[in-house]
């Protein structure tokens, strides 16, 4: 049986995450986060005085560094 922690679980139905959980899910640092929404490099929207980074957008992030930065790698 295998054991899950909460931060493991991902909802499938949750369409805006805070930039903590989008952090998380890119298992990088907050302020790097908060770098990319400000760059651009990673979507956000303003929802009231919050900013929220869309679900699909982290799922497009990871899609545009692999196209970038795979095809500089080397197959192995």
């Known amino acids: 049986m295998t054991t899950y922690e909460p ?3 991902i909802d499938p139905t949750v369409v805006l995450l805070t930039v ?3 952090a998380r ?3 990088i640092g907050r302020t790097l986060c908060f770098r990319l929404i400000g760059t ?3 979507e956000s929207v303003p ?3 919050l900013r929220r980074v869309p679900a699909a957008a ?3 992030y ?3 560094l692999r196209a970038t930065r795979g ?3 080397p197959a192995a």
């Open 62 to 64: 990871v899609a545009r």
């Open 71 to 73: 095809t500089a790698v």
């Open 20 to 22: 903590e959980e989008a």
């Open 40 to 42: 651009g490099e990673l």
């Open 25 to 27: 899910r890119l298992r």
């Open 7 to 9: 931060e493991q679980i």
């Open 47 to 49: 929802v009231g005085r």
């Open 58 to 60: 982290v799922h497009e």
